[in-house]
């Protein structure tokens, strides 16, 4: 059986030692943030903080939910120890059997219910993560729900989101995105207010789609119920025409007005930079916030990866697999490693025709899943994508210094991207980069020199002689 709410994961969590409860008290003002961040540094458990400064017992911090390939498969009940590619694949293969959700008329996120005046944003722990940020942040990890207006499709993506006051926050959503689309393009021109739920504390499964690159249209929560293998349940919101996750620690429900701009900014970002500078987005006012007894606040504190922006590692991997292969393109692996934040992508492919490597460029920038990826790096499918010994020394033997990386400007600048000028930033403008680490197809087969390496030198009667002895002495 799928886990139920956030509670269930964390206990299960705690007995594979992906997570730690944190006893002693921590300050919301930066500690927390500090220790969550040294953690991810370092390869910790995920803290689980119990006793928060200002804060009344029972209301609680938990930080790091999917920051690594072990809690993203423990969310998805596989064994801990379950490769990324293993994951990709099992992600792909529930993808493709949605299971729509069902509505419940009672969830344990009712326990505690704010309207209008009544509700105080800081009434819980919310943190301030890093020194410089421009405020604190109540949505790091979390769902930010919305209704297209000219449809039934219902979107959850994450989005960022700083308290301003007791009831506005800000929100991150830039026009090329899906909420972005949303309101830019349907509910500005007709000078409609979008209602919004921001579900904080899902179980893990609905955070793990959220963070997701799925096509416009498809409703990430049956997806999710795809994944899971049941439904997931909702429960209708109290002042705005949404569903949410019905186990959810937190719900806040409020409506976005595009006209009414707040500063918002900066923080430390997925990159692991922080832009110093803060910039008039969009608000959120809040109507009402729903809770749990004891609620559990979660939070990803990203900045030098790897952090809970493991996530796109797996889910856009999988998306890039997935429209390699529909094009036909021989791809045996496709990796994003997580130290790099989702910036660099490592595709696996039979060199089959020349130039392969620009189509296999061309397919991955075209993708939603690749919109974030800067650097490119194609290799022969003897390469294990996911191993950057194989892969870093295919680029230093393979790729031609001049030949071989092939650089595309006035492209859209992807993410938050730290190597951008202040121009570049303003305008969204960006350049990318692709390395061709295959052997030319109109060399001479003897041209082409032969790999010295254990499963290609040697014989396979000599390699498995070799194995037997190894193996009998322990190797």
């Given amino acids: 059986m799928s886990f139920k709410d956030l509670r269930e994961f964390i206990a299960k969590l705690e007995k594979e030692g992906e997570a730690q409860p944190i006893e002693e008290e921590v300050d919301w003002n930066l500690e927390a ?3 969550l961040r040294r953690c991810h540094e370092q390869g910790l458990p995920a803290p689980f903080f119990q006793k928060i400064k200002d804060y009344p017992e029972g209301y609680r911090i938990f930080g790091g939910p999917l920051c690594n390939f072990r809690r993203m498969a423990i969310s998805m009940e596989m064994n801990p120890n379950t490769h990324q590619k293993e994951l990709m694949e099992e992600y792909l293969r529930r993808k493709q059997q949605p299971i729509k959700p069902i509505l419940v008329n009672d969830g344990p996120c009712k326990e505690n219910i704010r309207l209008g005046d009544k509700v105080d944003l800081l009434e819980f722990p919310v943190p301030l993560m890093h020194d410089g940020d421009g405020g604190r942040y109540i949505g790091t990890f979390h769902l930010t729900i919305t209704k297209d207006l000219d449809s039934d499709w219902v979107n959850w993506g994450m989005y960022r989101h700083m308290v301003h006051n007791k009831n506005t926050i800000g929100i991150n959503a830039r026009p090329h995105t899906h909420l972005g689309t949303m309101y830019y393009q349907s509910y500005k021109p007709r000078n409609r207010p979008m209602e919004v739920a921001v579900a904080i504390g899902t179980e893990p499964i609905s955070a793990f789609v959220a963070a997701s690159s799925l096509p416009y249209g498809v409703s990430e929560v049956d997806i999710a119920g795809g994944i899971r293998g049941e439904p997931v349940e909702l429960i209708k919101c109290e002042t705005v025409d949404l569903n949410v996750p019905a186990t959810a620690e937190i719900v806040i429900e409020g409506e976005m007005r595009a006209d009414d701009l707040m500063d918002e900014g900066p923080f430390g970002e997925y990159t692991g930079y922080m832009f110093f500078d803060s910039v008039p987005r969009p608000t959120i006012h809040v109507k009402a916030v729903t809770y749990r007894d004891n609620p559990i606040l979660t939070m990803s504190c990203v900045g030098i990866p790897v952090d809970d922006n493991a996530i796109i590692c797996v889910t856009s991997g999988a998306e890039l697999l997935a429209a390699l292969r529909v094009r036909g393109i021989p791809v045996s692996g496709v990796c994003l490693p ?22 296999v460029a061309h397919i991955v920038w075209a993708n939603r899943a690749g919109a974030g990826i800067a650097y490119l790096i194609v290799v022969d499918d003897d390469v294990d994508p996911s191993n950057m010994a194989q892969v870093l020394h295919a680029v230093a033997t393979k790729c031609h210094p001049y030949r071989g990386i092939v650089r595309l400007e006035h492209t859209i600048r992807p993410g938050f991207a730290p190597w951008a000028n202040r121009h570049e930033r303003q305008y969204g403008l960006g350049a990318r980069v692709y390395f061709d680490c295959l052997w030319p197809l109109d060399w001479d087969p003897s041209d082409v020199p032969t790999k010295v390496s254990f499963s290609n030198i040697y014989p396979l009667d000599v390699q498995q002689k070799a194995l037997t002895k190894l193996q009998k002495y322990g190797y």
């Fill in 33 to 35: 943030g500090a220790i």
């Fill in 338 to 359: 997580p130290e790099t934040g989702g910036t660099l992508a490592v595709v696996a492919v039979k060199n089959s025709f020349a130039n392969i490597a620009g189509e």
